[in-house]
């Protein structure tokens, strides 16, 4: 797995892949300067992969660790600051019990073998969604691994797990609501004020967002942030996701152009101003 530390740029990502292989030759096609800062993923299709092999479902997930550990990789590579991976959605509980303890097992382990290379690559493991939830093993391998991550400066990797788009919302709005009654004064609140307390908040709103299995949904995957973001879907089942089609889905990015509302010649500086300032009232509480 990837053994060095401090990947910053591109140019890591083409020290690393064979020179003249199909990773290197996509990789210098890229203009190092429009790597999407963060990357959603929606890893979809491990049930019909496994299907389609006449395998249990719980095949299908296995084999999904794989592409996890190489797109995580190919990220820290290639630049990118937050990956976010929705591994679980709140709706997944509907699953055979027995498929929800593959998948936690799974994680486990992943988290076991695989905390010692994030360590050393300086990347940040987080979580976003209710993991309290979550049996108290999965919860402790998870405590253990944001803790030794946490001071490390690289990628920021957020996995989902029982996570809803729709249930963050709503406990923003209580967050919010709670503020305004402790302040009891009638508040307006912005969207800066909803952004800021968005669990993905520090890495900013996703630039690109990754569908697999070929799926057009957003299945209440980070409603609110991806606003903007550009969706890329593919057939490809997540088991069979591979470093080149991660390529393929950025050079598609870096040939779109982001106008965030606004007109083609206008520059990416737009964003800004889709977040207008917050009216001071209900940040006026923090002041
Ligand atoms: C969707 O496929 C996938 C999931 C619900 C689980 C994703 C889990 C992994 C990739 C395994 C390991 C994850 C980590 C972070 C180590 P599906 O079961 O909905 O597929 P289907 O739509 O074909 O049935």
């Not at 699953?95 to 994030?118: G, V």
């Not at 406990?171 to 609501?177: Q, S």
Request: charged share 25%.
């Amino acid at each position: 797995m990837y053994q060095d530390s401090g990947f910053e740029s591109m140019q890591d990502f083409l020290d690393w892949a064979a020179p003249g292989s199909v990773e290197w030759r996509m990789a210098r096609g890229l203009s190092p300067d429009r790597i999407p800062r963060h990357i959603a993923v929606i890893m979809d299709g491990n049930g019909r992969w496994a299907k389609r092999r006449r395998l249990p479902r719980a095949a299908g997930h296995s084999a999904g660790v794989r592409p996890v550990r190489e797109i995580i990789e190919a990220c820290c590579r290639l630049g990118v600051e937050t990956l976010t991976l929705y591994a679980f959605s709140a709706e997944n509980w509907k699953r055979p019990q027995a498929e929800i303890e593959t998948l936690w097992a799974l994680l486990r382990k992943y988290l076991r073998q695989e905390l010692p290379d994030l360590k050393a690559n300086g990347v940040r493991f987080q979580t976003i969604g209710q993991t309290d939830a979550l049996p108290e093993s999965v919860c402790n391998e998870i405590d253990r691994a944001i803790m030794e991550t946490a001071a490390n400066e690289g990628m920021r990797l957020n996995v989902a797990l029982n996570y809803s788009g729709r249930a963050e919302i709503v406990e923003v709005v209580n967050d919010l609501l709670r503020q305004a009654h402790q302040c009891k004064q009638l508040v307006q609140v912005s969207e800066r004020d909803v952004s800021e307390r968005m669990c993905t908040a520090s890495g900013g709103d996703p630039d690109l967002l990754i569908r697999t299995s070929g799926e057009f949904r957003v299945s209440n995957f980070l409603l609110w942030q991806i606003a903007y973001s550009e969706i890329w879907v593919t057939e490809r089942y997540w088991p069979d996701f591979r470093t080149t089609d991660l390529l393929e889905a950025l050079m598609v990015y870096q040939k779109r152009n982001r106008r965030f509302g606004g007109l083609p010649d206008q520059a990416e500086e737009a964003v800004a101003a889709t977040v207008p300032a917050s009216n001071g009232k209900l940040l006026a509480v923090n002041e």
